[in-house]
Nanobody, 115 residues
Framework: QVQVVESGGGSVQAGGSLRLSCEVS????????IEWHRQAPEKQREVVAT?????????VYADSVEGRFTISRDNTKNTVYLQMTQLEPEDTAIYYC???????WGQGTQVTVSA
């Protein structure tokens, strides 16, 4: 059974940084796509970043986070990271990690950015 657990959310001021972690178990980690999504209050959930399987590890970003967020993976820890910099109040949301091949979601982690 695939399990996904996010961590690393918190509250920061605008311009600050946070790093989110997504630990995945129950599947061959290096062979899977991983996505980070977010859902802001009263808005639809949106995908913000995707990383392809090893060895390519290609990253794709939403326009709204391009140049500010970086997705990466550590196959030795079965973990994907989302490094978020230059955070803006508009980045406030619950951030979710997803394994699209299995359609498994984590429980989400709250990110709050104050002006």
């Amino acid at each position: 059974q695939v399990q996904v657990v996010e961590s690393g959310g918190g509250s920061v001021q605008a311009g600050g940084s946070l790093r989110l972690s997504c630990e995945v178990s129950g599947i061959a980690f290096d062979r899977i796509f991983i996505e980070w999504h977010r859902q802001a209050p009263e808005k639809q959930r949106e995908v913000v970043a995707t990383i392809t399987p090893t060895p390519l590890n290609t990253a794709v970003y939403a326009d709204s986070v391009e140049g500010r967020f970086t997705i990466s993976r550590d196959n030795t820890k079965n973990t994907v990271y989302l490094q978020m910099t230059q955070l803006e109040p508009e980045d406030t949301a619950i951030y979710y990690c997803r394994v699209p091949g299995d359609d498994t979601w984590g429980q989400g982690t709250q990110v709050t950015v104050s002006a």
